[in-house]
Nanobody
Framework: VQLQASGGGLVQAGGSMRLSCEGSGLTFSRFSMSWFRQAPAKEREFVATLHRSGGSTFYTDSVKGRFTISRDSAKNLVLLQMNSLKPEDTAVYYC?????????????????WGQGTLVTVSS
């Protein structure tokens, strides 16, 4: 299993950005797919997760209403659309896959990780 995250960069506060996570060696319908982020000097934190069915999502409170997780199964992509970005969203964003139950916010529950993509939001 390999996950490749992309789409990060520099954006002004209030702007939008879309992250992509391309998966290989796995079938998305068998995995819960999630995004985490890690800001400098902080622990990795949960951002959003998508049920393997594609039918349910869960977000951390700070991004609700601004971020949307989705997938394009035909292209083996998991997407994170980020709108109304704030400087506190600045972090390295990681996609992760879990062959297990839905809804875990604990990094240790995820067996597979992408390499991370840096998102910087300027004020």
């Amino acid at each position: 299993v390999q996950l490749q995250a992309s789409g990060g960069g520099l954006v002004q506060a209030g702007g939008s950005m879309r992250l992509s996570c391309e998966g290989s060696g796995l079938t998305f319908s068998r995995f819960s797919m999630s995004w985490f982020r890690q800001a400098p000097a902080k622990e990795r934190e949960f951002v959003a997760t998508l049920h393997r069915s594609g039918g349910s999502t869960f977000y951390t409170d700070s991004v609700k209403g601004r971020f949307t997780i989705s997938r394009d199964s035909a292209k083996n992509l998991v997407l994170l659309q980020m709108n109304s970005l704030k400087p506190e969203d600045t972090a390295v964003y990681y996609c992760a896959a879990r062959n297990g139950g839905f809804g875990s916010t604990t990094p240790g529950d995820y067996a597979y990780w992408g390499q991370g993509t840096l998102v910087t939001v300027s004020s």
